[in-house]
């Protein structure tokens, strides 16, 4: 009888260990899964935010800088502003945005930014050649991920035209992507041991 007994009870937890794991897995699964179904809604919702900041930030251009887009010995300008160092524009982006980081490209090379690298503006940086291949190769707006100064973010770029319909630079606004995995990254590992405390709580009740 007792061998028995024990034999029952080594196959009884044999069964919870077994039932446990599978619990476990099952539910680390799901949670993975939710997560990165998280993570792909959020960056389209940024990518939905980056698209209506970018209207916002082209009438705030045109409204304040009247006048057409072209390169004045050798300089970018919008109408009598020359945009080579300039921060205006940028850096009022900024706050109409609540904090967006916003550059200007004159072909490739970032001439004006509110992006801050060390200290100090990331001015004459490049663009990456996926994204200049988009917007100035098939003068085309780009949205999407996008490494910006080293750092990956959701933004979008915006080809600048000439009157000759020529690309002549790039204005771009963006967000880090980092704030928000950060948000996701502590909900997947609060969900996954609130899962693990219901499995082992079922166990011990069904035990």
């Given at each position: 009888?007792?061998?028995?007994?024990?034999?029952?009870?080594?196959?009884?937890?044999?069964?919870?260990?077994?039932?446990?794991?599978?619990?476990?897995?099952?539910?680390?699964?799901?949670?993975?899964?939710n997560?990165?179904?998280?993570?792909?809604?959020?960056?389209?919702?940024?990518?939905?935010?980056?698209?209506?900041?970018?209207?916002?930030?082209?009438?705030?251009?045109?409204?304040?800088?009247?006048?057409?887009?072209?390169?004045?010995?050798?300089?970018?300008?919008?109408?009598?502003?020359?945009?080579?160092?300039?921060?205006?524009?940028?850096?009022?982006?900024?706050?109409?945005?609540?904090?967006?980081?916003?550059?200007?490209?004159?072909?490739?090379?970032?001439?004006?930014?509110?992006i801050?690298d060390?200290?100090?503006?990331?001015?004459?940086?490049?663009?990456?050649?996926?994204?200049?291949?988009?917007?100035?190769?098939?003068?085309?707006?780009?949205?999407?991920?996008?490494?910006?100064?080293?750092?990956?973010?959701?933004?979008?770029?915006?080809?600048?035209?000439?009157?000759?319909d020529?690309?002549?630079?790039?204005?771009?606004?963006?967000?880090p992507?980092?704030?928000?995995?950060?948000?996701?990254?502590?909900?997947?590992?609060?969900?996954?041991?609130?899962?693990?405390?219901?499995?082992?709580?079922?166990?011990?009740?069904?035990?």
């Amino acid at each position: 009888m007792n061998k028995l007994f024990k034999n029952a009870t080594m196959i009884r937890t044999k069964m919870n260990f077994i039932l446990v794991n599978a619990i476990v897995i099952m539910m680390a699964v799901v949670a993975v899964y939710n997560y990165y179904e998280s993570k792909d809604n959020l960056l389209a919702s940024v990518e939905n935010k980056m698209y209506s900041d970018l209207k916002l930030g082209d009438a705030y251009i045109d409204a304040q800088f009247p006048g057409e887009w072209k390169i004045v010995d050798g300089d970018l300008h919008k109408g009598d502003l020359n945009v080579v160092g300039d921060t205006a524009i940028v850096d009022n982006i900024k706050e109409l945005t609540n904090g967006n980081l916003a550059s200007i490209f004159q072909d490739r090379t970032r001439i004006s930014t509110n992006i801050v690298d060390d200290g100090e503006r990331a001015l004459n940086t490049e663009i990456s050649s996926e994204v200049a291949d988009v917007v100035i190769g098939e003068k085309t707006r780009y949205i999407g991920t996008a490494t910006v100064v080293g750092e990956e973010a959701v933004a979008v770029y915006e080809p600048i035209f000439d009157a000759n319909d020529n690309v002549i630079g790039i204005w771009s606004t963006a967000v880090p992507v980092a704030p928000y995995l950060d948000i996701l990254n502590e909900g997947l590992w609060a969900e996954i041991a609130i899962n693990v405390f219901l499995a082992l709580f079922t166990i011990v009740i069904i035990s």
